[in-house]
């Protein structure tokens, strides 16, 4: 059973925008914290962008300045506001959560992950 799903990746300029989304389904209790990783080919996965429980936010070096988290507690769905597109961004982006599903067996949280989706900036 997939808990993550995301989608918004495709084909773009450089300079354009991106927004992906990702929204987690079934019986959650609790959402630790929502995430946002890449692998770009040749590199290792890293992480773009997270947002925390109590909403503090951190993002990755190359992105500061120009992608931006965002969630909707709610809807238990984040975002990732991607402007100013570089061909280095380039990537597979795979949306990550620390939460609690209920049936898990654990109340401190789980990693879940999305399938990917791919991001290409074109020059």
């Known amino acids: 059973q997939r808990h993550l799903v995301e989608s918004g990746g495709g084909l773009v300029q450089a300079g354009g925008s991106l927004r992906l989304s990702c929204t987690a389904s079934?019986?959650?209790?609790?959402?630790?914290?929502m995430n946002w990783y890449r692998q770009a080919p040749g590199k290792q996965r890293e992480l773009v962008a997270t947002i925390s429980s109590g909403g503090t936010v951190n993002y990755g070096d190359s992105v500061k300045g120009r992608f931006t988290i965002s969630r909707d507690n709610a809807k238990n769905t984040w975002y990732l506001q991607m402007n100013n597109l570089k061909p280095e961004d380039t990537a597979v982006y795979y949306c990550?959560?620390?939460?609690?599903?209920?049936?898990?067996?654990?109340?401190?949280?789980?990693?879940?992950w999305g399938q990917g989706t791919h991001v290409t900036v074109s020059s």
């Open positions: 990550n959560a620390d939460m609690v599903v209920l049936g898990s067996g654990s109340y401190r949280g789980t990693d879940y």
């Open positions: 079934g019986s959650i209790l609790r959402i630790n914290a």
